[in-house]
């Protein structure tokens, strides 16, 4: 298994955020403490364990919503053996860009080699983090976004011609690459988005910093890869994964 350097990678996990789609829930748990599976351990568990299991054992909370929860239960991360550090949202730095130049000021990201594995934290899966580090590197990209492809719509979709409904399917399935919520990024990539913090207080990683690389003529390589994944979104989202 492909190992980068323990020193040089360092992953962040975006756990900050109300939940309002997984409501009532998140008006008593914090949205990546809520109870999974037979064992019902907290999500954020998973994400940890799954960053153990890559050797990326420096991992850092980008926090906000009762984090209090998060830090009565981790603490600084000696049960699960990892070291965990917290950074606290602040005003002025909204979003997920926001949150992670939060912690690049903080002092969290020591420098523009590091490289930064960034996960969601509402997303459950199995990805092969180490094959995913491994071509990062290896390309040379500022930026790999974890892609599937296929991407079932939760609605029926009408074909239609002059008004009339010629097909209708129910759910399909799109042939198209969808981001997963899973992020590596060279540390030069915040020099980027410090300049869009000039430009707007709030700032998300796949919509404003990615475009803005890309813009910028900077390599943004996908991973492509069909392993297991599922994004605790809302509580229709959670009821069927329980």
């Known amino acids: 298994m492909f190992r980068l350097s323990l020193s040089k990678v360092r992953g962040l996990v975006l756990c900050g955020g109300e939940g309002v789609r997984l409501r009532p829930l998140t008006y008593y748990f914090q949205k990546g403490m809520i109870p999974i599976g037979a064992e019902q351990k907290p999500l954020l568990e998973y994400i940890i364990r799954l960053l153990k ?10 926090v906000g919503y009762k984090a209090e929860q998060i830090h009565n239960y981790f ?61 990062h590197n290896e390309s040379g990209a500022v930026a790999t976004a974890a892609v599937v492809k296929g991407y079932q719509v939760p609605v029926g979709v009408a074909d239609l011609r002059n008004g009339r409904v010629e097909r209708l399917v129910e759910k399909p399935v799109l042939d198209i690459f969808v981001g997963i919520g899973i992020l590596a990024l060279k540390g030069k990539a915040l020099k980027s988005l410090e300049r869009l913090h000039r430009e707007k207080q709030e700032m998300d990683l796949m919509r404003d910093l990615l475009p803005r690389l890309i813009e910028n003529g900077e390599p943004v390589h996908a991973y492509v890869t069909d392993v297991f994944w599922y994004h605790v979104l809302s509580t229709e989202h959670y009821e069927k994964l329980n």
């Open 53 to 62: 299991l890559h050797a990326i054992m420096d991992i850092c909370f980008l």
């Open 75 to 135: 603490n600084e991360g000696g049960r699960f053996g990892v070291r965990l550090t917290y950074v606290y949202d602040r005003r002025g730095f909204g979003g997920t860009g926001g949150a992670l130049l939060n912690a690049y000021r903080r002092g969290v990201i020591r420098d523009s080699d590091e490289t930064l594995l960034i996960y969601y934290g509402d997303i459950l899966s199995n990805i092969n983090l180490s094959e995913m580090l491994k071509q």
